[in-house]
């Protein structure tokens, strides 16, 4: 488990089945502690995940 400050965050290699190589080398470097929470949520709340993409796109469309 990796510490951060206030954050406890926990990853599994499986939890990288879905992101292609090049972001997983990225989101293992320690410089990305928010890049891989994130992931590591939108893995784990693909609903909610798709949900908020979603609402972004239009958020985005309308600008």
Same mark, same amino acid.
């Given at each position: 488990? @990796? #510490?951060?400050?206030?954050? &406890?965050? $926990? ?12 972001? @997983? #080398?990225?989101?293992?470097? &320690?410089? $990305? ?13 693909? #609903? ?16």
């Amino acid at each position: 488990m @990796a #510490e951060y400050k206030n954050f &406890n965050i $926990s990853f599994r290699p499986e939890d990288f089945s879905a992101v292609d190589s090049l972001t @997983a #080398e990225f989101v293992t470097s &320690n410089k $990305s502690m928010i890049a891989r929470e994130a992931i590591h949520y939108a893995l784990e709340n693909k #609903e909610d995940f798709k949900r908020y993409l979603m609402k972004k796109a239009r958020t985005r469309k309308n600008d």
